[in-house]
């Protein structure tokens, strides 16, 4: 076959749960909620990212650390036993005094070689939990889950080629918590050959940070790139960087003066921002939730929010750069009643509600990507990353949800972005040569599936790959029809 296929295994659209936990003291509110202030008592991030995802560590220290070594991944019924081989880390030198291990909410044996083996499991969904408690009260939480499926069943999608498109909307979603503080002080020279792929493209580019909250008595009034807004890019008050209006090199420009995030909140005057009590307030919270507030960007532009609505185009093809040290922060432990309780809006973390939300609301062929820059847990560069301190936690929430959607995955931890950024640009410049399916593809036996010509009744000749639910094309189509055939799991 000429085509050339890249056999990935990709997770389906259905991202589940995993979880970054959440700490609150006894007298805090059970009842946590975005559109009010957090209570003044809550563990504030010491290195200003907020409040802290775990006992009182603070985002810019090591912290207690469950590390996936081995994961089920997705499989059919046939495949055995599901393994998942983990590690407790605690770089601070505490003891750990307590793990304990659940399988589908029923408590299961945690092996001594910190292997967990699940028996030939049933079709459905699964998830195996993992909790671990240091000596000094530090909780952290990892949920991993898989999917067993009946089999592996063909698929076919025919695709129209008419008319190309080079438009492309890019929301860039950075980390501002303090434990991303290395990072920030390096990230413009990360970035500085950004806007190097995209000469001849009609791009949009917005940017926000993973900071959902921001309020009155807490957080400085009114503030912007909360909960998905745009960031004001300049004293023109402008929120969408667009190719009509800014060249390459002013692009550039506006996206390194705006992805480098300051420690604390300023004062009109450059004054450090304190709230009710004297304490200066950290720019970025630290319940980071990358997912959730780029959902909360799409929703405020179909909603019509200013800043927001006049950047995001109904026939764009939509590309996200997340750029994290943590992982999507799903749940929280609260200390008062000893409960684990899924955060405000829970679902708008979940990655295939975001896939659904931007289909159902831009139209089921729009492309969308979500690219992560991260710290990789498939990689050993990832794994160093982290044991060397210089990441939060994994982000395997980020992770799958690129995977699914055939997004890049890099690492936060690079001195320099260049390599990965590149790679994320020439998949945006080909979003024209890309088309989506209807599920994540996936391997058949060493057989991804095969793209015909349907006047002919021959392979195309255009070299083409499958990457998570989209097939792309090396080079642009001719006009004509033609049929995608491809593999998928599926319950039936």
């Given at each position: 076959?000429?085509?050339?296929?890249?056999?990935?295994?990709?997770?389906?659209l259905?991202i589940?749960?995993?979880?970054?936990?959440?700490?609150?003291?006894?007298?805090?509110?059970?009842?946590?909620?975005?559109?009010?202030?957090?209570?003044?008592?809550?563990?504030?991030?010491?290195?200003?990212?907020?409040?802290?995802?775990?006992?009182?560590?603070?985002?810019?220290?090591?912290?207690?650390?469950?590390?996936?070594?081995?994961?089920?991944?997705?499989?059919?019924?046939?495949?055995?036993?599901?393994?998942?081989?983990?590690?407790?880390?605690?770089?601070?030198?505490?003891?750990v005094?307590?793990?304990?291990?659940?399988?589908?909410?029923?408590?299961?044996?945690?092996?001594?070689?910190?292997?967990?083996?699940?028996?030939?499991?049933?079709?459905?969904?699964?998830?195996?939990?993992?909790?671990?408690?240091?000596?000094?009260g530090?909780?952290?939480?990892?949920?991993?889950?898989?999917?067993?499926?009946?089999?592996?069943?063909?698929?076919?999608?025919?695709?129209?080629?008419?008319?190309?498109?080079?438009?492309?909307?890019?929301?860039?979603?950075?980390?501002?918590?303090g434990?991303?503080?290395?990072?920030?002080?390096?990230?413009?020279?990360?970035?500085?050959?950004?806007?190097?792929?995209f000469?001849?493209?009609?791009?949009?580019?917005?940017?926000?940070t993973?900071?959902?909250?921001?309020?009155?008595?807490i957080?400085?009034?009114?503030?912007?790139?909360?909960?998905?807004?745009?960031?004001?890019?300049?004293?023109?008050?402008?929120h969408?960087?667009?190719?009509?209006?800014?060249?390459?090199?002013?692009?550039?420009?506006?996206?390194?003066?705006?992805?480098?995030?300051?420690?604390?909140?300023?004062?009109?005057?450059?004054?450090?921002?304190?709230?009710?009590?004297?304490?200066?307030?950290?720019?970025?919270?630290?319940?980071e939730?990358?997912?959730?507030?780029?959902?909360?960007?799409?929703?405020r532009?179909?909603?019509?929010?200013?800043?927001?609505?006049?950047?995001?185009?109904?026939?764009?093809?939509?590309?996200?750069?997340?750029?994290?040290d943590?992982?999507?922060?799903?749940?929280y432990?609260?200390?008062?009643?000893?409960?684990?309780?899924?955060?405000?809006?829970?679902?708008?973390?979940?990655?295939?509600?975001?896939?659904?939300?931007?289909?159902?609301?831009?139209?089921?062929?729009?492309?969308?990507?979500?690219?992560?820059?991260?710290?990789?847990?498939?990689?050993?560069?990832?794994?160093?990353?982290?044991?060397?301190?210089?990441?939060?936690?994994?982000?395997?929430?980020?992770?799958?949800?690129?995977q699914?959607?055939?997004?890049?995955i890099?690492?936060?931890?690079?001195s320099?972005?260049a390599?990965q950024?590149?790679?994320?640009?020439?998949?945006?410049s080909?979003?024209?040569?890309t088309?989506?399916?209807?599920?994540?593809?996936?391997?058949?036996?060493?057989?991804?599936?095969?793209?015909?010509?349907?006047?002919?009744?021959?392979?195309?000749?255009?070299?083409?790959?499958?990457?998570?639910?989209?097939?792309?094309?090396?080079?642009?189509?001719?006009?004509?029809?033609?049929?995608?055939?491809?593999?998928?799991?599926?319950?039936?």
């Open positions: 076959m000429k085509a050339l296929f890249q056999k990935y295994l990709f997770a389906p259905l589940f749960m995993g979880l970054s936990s959440m700490v609150l003291f006894q007298n805090c509110s059970n009842d946590v909620g975005f559109d009010q202030a957090p209570s003044a008592e809550r563990l504030l991030d010491p290195d200003g990212g907020g409040l802290s995802n775990d006992g009182g560590n603070g985002g810019g220290d090591s912290d207690l650390t469950i590390q996936i070594n081995e994961e089920p991944g997705d499989r059919t019924v046939d495949d055995g036993d599901a393994v998942v081989d983990y590690e407790v880390i605690n770089p601070n030198g505490d003891d005094t307590e793990v304990t291990c659940e399988y589908n909410g029923s408590p299961v044996d945690c092996d001594p070689k910190d292997r967990i083996v699940i028996p030939n499991p049933d079709v459905g969904n699964h998830t195996v939990t993992i909790i671990a408690v240091d000596d000094k530090r909780r952290e939480i990892r949920e991993i889950p898989f999917v067993v499926y009946r089999r592996i069943i063909p698929m076919s999608r025919d695709i129209t080629v008419t008319v190309e498109s080079d438009q492309v909307d890019i929301i860039i979603n950075v980390d501002n918590s434990s991303m503080k290395s990072e920030q002080e390096s990230m413009a020279s990360r970035i500085q050959d950004f806007m190097n792929p000469a001849g493209l009609d791009y949009h580019i917005a940017i926000t993973t900071s959902p909250i921001g309020n009155d008595e957080w400085k009034p009114s503030l912007d790139y909360v909960d998905g807004k745009f960031v004001t890019l300049d004293n023109s008050g402008t969408c960087i667009r190719s009509s209006v800014h060249d390459r090199n002013q692009a550039q420009t506006l996206i390194q003066n705006n992805v480098v995030r300051g420690l604390f909140l300023l004062n009109d005057d450059g004054s450090v921002f304190q709230d009710a009590n004297g304490n200066p307030r950290p720019e970025g919270n630290g319940w939730r990358g997912i959730y507030t780029t959902y909360r960007a799409f929703e532009a179909v909603e019509g929010s200013p800043g927001n609505s006049n950047c995001l185009r109904p026939t764009a093809a939509k590309h996200v750069i997340l750029i994290s943590e992982d999507e922060t799903t749940r432990f609260d200390q008062g009643d000893g409960q684990i309780k899924n955060m405000p809006d829970y679902d708008k973390s979940m990655g295939a509600n975001l896939v659904n939300y931007v289909s159902s609301q831009f139209g089921a062929n729009t492309v969308f990507k979500f690219h992560s820059i991260i710290v990789d847990p498939d990689t050993a560069e990832g794994r160093d990353c982290l044991q060397n301190g210089n990441g939060g936690r994994f982000g395997h929430f980020y992770s799958q949800l690129s699914s959607t055939g997004g890049h890099g690492s936060v931890c690079a320099n972005y390599t950024l590149g790679q994320i640009g020439e998949q945006i080909n979003s024209s040569k088309y989506n399916l209807e599920c994540v593809a996936v391997d058949n036996n060493g057989n991804m599936g095969q793209v015909v010509d349907k006047a002919s009744g021959n392979e195309v000749g255009v070299d083409y790959g499958f990457f998570g639910d989209k097939v792309e094309f090396a080079d642009l189509l001719g006009a004509g029809e033609y049929t995608v055939n491809y593999f998928c799991y599926s319950m039936n």
